[in-house]
């Protein structure tokens, strides 16, 4: 009899804990993934990434229509209405359809899926569904939950107070739906509903919107927005909000102090970051404990201080992102078969999927000009060919490469496309690429990614469109 029941044990089956599971079994483990929600795919594929995207493409498409941009194009629209039942049932069915398809890649790889909460007893057992479970590696990649705010109590079933799992399920457009908090998923969910009719207002806590992102796509992002309808109350903190019957009464104050005042909203989405995942996994009966930040610490490989046990995703540090979950789980799964998976951290692209799309990887300017002297290219959509066609004149491609080198640290982009074309940068980057480099790769015209190479010429000063 073997000594224990799998080679690898996943738990969790988001983007980080299935990429894992589906990578060890191709390796030849014996894998099993255990996941307590009714479908696979984690926060992105049901309650995140994927829902928002098919709110967010289908809104834009509404607002095209309803908006005029496509009388402006010749489209001419004479009735039209929203269905927001059609629309939220195209929303389910992608993710119906993304969900199942890793049920069926799970058969294909055998991977076994323990259907449960998994909580450790040892360093090699697990309980889930109150049946004990054996492997020879355990991974963590719980990935993460909504973090609460004081005073603000969620209740996504009254569709008053909600988080963004709330936020995609409302029945009706809200006349007014404050938005708490001015970073990723805040800005992308109050895209939808301002699209679809309602005013929208993001209190922030920070003097500017999109923390952590490059300084001057913050500015030019809170520029953007303000024009497209959203209201802004930034340097503001909010200390309370009553639901009533139809509404709630959010109490806000400055957040350098000052005096209270209420503002009301039909719907207030509470979106103030995610925290990690890590309750009722019973870390304390293997003496793993937490950081500061309530993640759980994991050396260059994955592996905890626990030998057996490792974690990957939203649970350890880094940015709580789906690609970054996905590429540690391939990585980790790899390293426990004997091979060597590594993760460039410095190389993750982040994306809001607003309209424009923002996107950018690697040092901000403000970071790399810490870390000693750079030089800046900056090309504006508004001279490229193809956004110009397109009627998509906002925002600009920005190369932040080091002055003595050349070598590419940051790329930033503001473009209707900016996620699609991040990728060029990325890879680039990957590959230690110069800002020459990329100025002297070919690129096909008209497309927007021209911009990048222009971007890449200016940092040495020579654009041609300009």
């Known amino acids: 009899m073997a000594e224990f029941d799998y080679d690898v044990l996943v738990i969790g089956a988001g983007p980080g804990g299935y990429v894992a599971a589906i990578r060890a079994a191709q390796l030849g483990l014996k894998t099993a993934c255990a996941e307590s929600r009714e479908t696979l795919g984690g926060t992105c594929l049901n309650v995140g990434c994927i829902p928002s995207k098919a709110l967010l493409h289908a809104s834009e498409l509404y607002e095209e229509a309803a908006g005029g941009a496509l009388a402006k194009l010749g489209v001419r629209i004479d009735k039209m209405s929203l269905d927001l039942d059609t629309m939220q049932g195209q929303r389910k069915d992608a993710v119906k359809g993304l969900t199942g398809g890793i049920g069926f890649l799970f058969k294909k790889n055998k991977v076994d899926w323990l259907k449960g909460l998994a909580s450790f007893t040892g360093a090699n057992t697990v309980e889930v569904a109150g049946k004990a479970v054996t492997a020879k590696n355990i991974v963590i990649a719980t990935g993460s939950s909504v973090m609460p705010l004081p005073g603000v109590e969620v209740d996504n079933r009254k569709g008053l107070i909600v988080d963004s799992t709330g936020a995609l399920e409302l029945e009706k457009v809200p006349d007014h739906l404050v938005v708490i908090g001015g970073g990723v998923i805040g800005l992308e969910l109050g895209s939808v509903w301002r ?182 290219g900056k090309f504006p959509m508004l001279a490229n060919s193809r956004a110009k066609t397109n009627h998509e004149p906002d925002g600009f491609v920005k190369v932040i490469a080091d002055a003595e080198t050349d070598k590419v640290l940051g790329v930033w982009i503001i473009a209707s496309v900016a996620g699609t074309m991040i990728a060029q940068a990325a890879q680039a980057m990957e590959f230690g690429a110069s800002s020459e480099d990329i100025a002297y790769t070919c690129h096909a015209h008209p497309t927007h990614s021209e911009a990048i190479k222009e971007a890449a010429m200016a940092v040495t000063g020579k654009p041609i469109h300009m």
Do not use: C
């Not at 207002?201 to 500017?208: A, G, H, I, N, R």
């Not at 209201?231 to 309370?240: A, D, H, N, Q």
């Not at 104050?253 to 209420?262: D, L």
């Not at 993750?348 to 000693?372: C, H, N, W």
């Open 195 to 376: 699209r679809l009719g309602a005013k929208v207002t993001v209190v922030e806590y920070l003097d500017q919107i999109l923390p952590g992102m490059d300084g001057e796509v913050r500015k030019e992002a809170n520029k953007i927005f303000k024009k497209q309808g959203f209201e802004y109350r930034l340097g503001t903190k909010v200390t309370g909000a009553q639901a009533g019957k139809k509404g709630v009464t959010l109490t806000v104050e400055p957040a350098a102090g000052g005096e209270a005042e209420t503002i009301e909203a039909d719907v207030v989405l509470v979106s103030i970051g995610r925290r990690p995942n890590t309750e009722g996994l019973g870390l304390d009966k293997i003496g793993l404990e937490l950081n500061g930040r309530g993640q759980i610490e994991t050396d260059h490989d994955f592996a905890t201080k626990v030998p057996g046990v490792w974690a990957i995703g939203d649970v350890i540090p880094g940015p709580m992102l789906a690609h970054k979950a996905e590429d540690e789980g391939i990585a980790v799964a790899e390293n426990i078969a004997g091979l060597t998976g590594i993760v460039n951290h410095d190389v993750i692209p982040s994306v809001v999927y607003t309209s424009p799309e923002i996107a950018g990887v690697g040092l901000t300017e403000e970071a790399a000009k810490e870390r000693g002297a750079v030089k800046v």
